[in-house]
């Protein structure tokens, strides 16, 4: 009896694939599957879930220039989330920055970017987030903005003023992969709501290579993201195909690695990206003139005065805390043991005049850069409680010399500064 009870029901299991897959469903599912690939190339889990929280049910705190606000709920929960939302709805959300009801979106919602993503695309994401995404109730937060500053009408002006409307249109004269790199660069992987500098209004100072300004670093949040022009010292200029491509699969390569908002857009993003999109990023990117930079002459590796300091500290009280502290990872090279150890010798960051990113990473360490499921074995070490202001400055005023790296000095008073407002931060 239970025996043949079995054997019906693996008779069951087997035909019920070919009972649920009627076309119609199949080509469902392969929607909902295209808007999941396509929700990880535009990154929405990062900012709409908090760590350890349900994905998509929002609340993750997020700075503006006025104050806090959180981000939504976008499960499709009925009540608390975007149950209700048609994909017009959806739409407009996504590319206009406007809610259901109306209200318009704070442009830490990065619907200047989203404008440009196509119709077919809008539709797969719809379908996910109805379909393929998990319903979770769970409320939205109030912002932290207070009267008169939260209120919203003002950002219709905004709109008018910055928002750019009109999805990707291919350029002509560029091939396949260059204008697919383009879309998904200005577009769903919104890079320059990071990578290019802000004006006073907040806004991009450029949306896309037609503007100089366009990738050629900013700062936001503590971190400092990197100019991603093909300028040679802190650009990607002395970067390779190859490299760049490693770099956006596994966060690492031989000139840097992800730390800081990069780690979490290696984690769920552009590592998920498959390799026709990753090419197609590395393309464009690449094709990027150089932009920016500091204007010192090209980098090139010298180790012989670094070594000398190195073999002989007591003078030098950054190569003392180098010795001590960091060398045992970042060699005395200063070329660390690339991609596991990321160098410091000729490193963009380390080049870059905004030091703001070698000061967090020193103090805050890197959260885990999760490549496959598997963590940074050797992920860099948080110094806060270890050393004090003027022995960071001192360390990361040694690095930024060193290697004929010919970087400016960092202060104590920038250390403190961030570390204040880090630590304000968690
Ligand atoms: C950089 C952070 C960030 C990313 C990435 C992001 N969002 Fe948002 N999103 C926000 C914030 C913040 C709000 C709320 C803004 C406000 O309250 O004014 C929001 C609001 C929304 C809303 C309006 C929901 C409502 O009813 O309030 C939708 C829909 C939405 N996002 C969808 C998406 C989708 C889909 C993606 C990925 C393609 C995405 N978001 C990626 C920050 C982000
Ligand atoms: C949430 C902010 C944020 C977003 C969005 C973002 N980045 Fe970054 N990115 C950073 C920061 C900060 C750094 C500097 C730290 C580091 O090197 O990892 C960085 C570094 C990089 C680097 C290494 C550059 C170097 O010289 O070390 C590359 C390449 C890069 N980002 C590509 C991208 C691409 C492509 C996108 C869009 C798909 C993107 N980033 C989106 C914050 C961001
Ligand atoms: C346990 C090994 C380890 C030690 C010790 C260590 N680091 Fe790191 N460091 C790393 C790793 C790994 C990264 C790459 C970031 C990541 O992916 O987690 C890194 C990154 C950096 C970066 C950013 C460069 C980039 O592009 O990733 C700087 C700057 C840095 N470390 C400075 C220091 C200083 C200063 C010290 C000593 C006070 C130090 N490190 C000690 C492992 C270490």
């Not at 897959?21 to 709409?48: E, F, M, N, T, W």
Request: with cysteine; glycine share 10%.
């Amino acid at each position: 009896m239970t025996k043949t009870l079995k054997g019906l029901g693996a008779a069951l299991a087997l035909a019920l694939p070919f009972v649920a897959q009627s076309p119609v469903h199949a080509a469902d599912d392969a929607l909902i599957q295209r808007g999941a690939y396509l929700a990880k190339l535009g990154d929405c889990v990062a900012c709409h879930s908090v760590p350890h929280g349900k994905p998509f049910a929002g609340g993750l705190p997020m700075n503006t220039p006025m104050g806090k606000i959180y981000t939504t709920n976008i499960t499709p929960d009925p009540d608390t989330g975007i149950g209700r939302y048609t994909e017009e709805d959806f739409a407009r959300a996504l590319r206009e920055g406007v809610a259901k009801d109306g209200h318009n979106l704070y442009p830490a919602m990065p619907y200047p970017s989203y404008a440009k993503v196509n119709d077919d695309d809008v539709k797969a994401m719809y379908a996910y987030f109805m379909s393929g995404v998990a319903p979770v109730q769970q409320t939205n937060r109030e912002s932290d903005i207070a009267w008169p500053l939260n209120m919203r009408w003002p950002l219709k002006l905004w709109n008018v003023v910055f928002l750019e409307k009109g999805i990707y249109q291919d350029k002509p004269g560029k091939d396949v992969a260059w204008n697919r790199g383009a879309y998904i660069i200005q577009g769903l992987g919104h890079c320059g709501s990071c990578h290019t500098p802000r004006g006073i209004a907040f806004q991009e100072m450029a949306l896309d290579e037609s503007g100089s300004a366009f990738l050629t670093g900013a700062a936001l949040d503590g971190w400092f993201a990197a100019n991603l022009t093909g300028e040679h010292n802190v650009g990607l200029g002395r970067w390779s195909d190859a490299d760049l491509t490693a770099f956006l699969k596994t966060g690492a390569n031989a000139h840097a690695s992800a730390f800081g908002s990069m780690t979490s857009v290696t984690n769920n993003s552009t590592q998920a990206a498959n390799d026709t999109d990753i090419a197609a990023m590395t393309r464009y990117l690449k094709s990027l003139p150089p932009a920016g930079g500091t204007g010192a002459p090209p980098y090139s590796y010298d180790a012989r005065a670094t070594k000398v300091s190195l073999t002989r500290p007591a003078n030098d009280p950054g190569a003392r805390v180098y010795a001590a502290y960091c060398m045992h990872c970042h060699s005395v090279d200063g070329r660390g043991f690339a991609p596991l150890l990321a160098p410091l010798a000729g490193n963009p960051n380390v080049l870059e005049h905004d030091a703001s990113s070698l000061i967090n990473v020193t103090l805050n360490g890197t959260g885990d850069l999760v490549i496959q499921g598997i963590p940074a074995p050797y992920p860099m070490p948080k110094y806060a409680p270890v050393l004090t202001d003027k022995q960071i400055a001192d360390v990361l005023t040694f690095i930024r010399a060193g290697w004929n790296n010919g970087a400016p000095a960092v202060s104590v008073e920038d250390v403190a500064k961030l570390r204040k407002s880090t630590q304000a931060a968690r």
